[in-house]
C-alpha cells in the first residue's frame, strides 16, 4: 500500500534553513508528480511546490518562490524540499503526496517551526 514518509522538520531561527525529504513506497513513484503540501493551524493545507514525474519542471507557490526548492530522486523513490530564508509564516506541518491523488491517503507529515 502507499506509504509517504517526510522528515527533516524541526525548529529553525528566521532566516534559517530546513531540508526536507519524502519517502515514497507502495506504486509506482516516477509515474507521479509530487508535491509538497502545508498546514498551518487554522488554516487549509496548501500546495507549495510541485514537481514532475521525471523532474522536468517544478511550480511554486508565490509566498515560496525564490526560497523553496523541490527535487527528487527516483532512483530512491525520495523527493526533497530545501527551505532556504526561512520566515515565521512558514510555520507549518508539512507533507508529500502524488498530485492528483483520490485515495485520501496522506502520511504523518513533519513540523516546521520559525521562531526566534
Known amino acids: 500500500q502507499v506509504q509517504l514518509v517526510e522528515s527533516g522538520g524541526g525548529l529553525v531561527q528566521p532566516g534559517g534553513s530546513l531540508r526536507l525529504s519524502c519517502a515514497a513506497s507502495g506504486f509506482a513513484f516516477s509515474n507521479y508528480a509530487i508535491g509538497w503540501y502545508r498546514q498551518a493551524p487554522g488554516k487549509e493545507r496548501e500546495l507549495v511546490a510541485s514537481?514532475?514525474?521525471?523532474?522536468?519542471?517544478?511550480t511554486y507557490a508565490d509566498s515560496v518562490k525564490g526560497r523553496f526548492t523541490i527535487s527528487r530522486d527516483n532512483g530512491a523513490n525520495t523527493v526533497y524540499l530545501q527551505m532556504n530564508n526561512l520566515k515565521p509564516d512558514d510555520t507549518a506541518t508539512y507533507y508529500c503526496n502524488r498530485i492528483g491523488a483520490r485515495d485520501g491517503y496522506w502520511g504523518q507529515g513533519t513540523q516546521v517551526t520559525v521562531s526566534s
Open positions: 514537481i514532475h514525474r521525471l523532474g522536468i519542471t517544478t
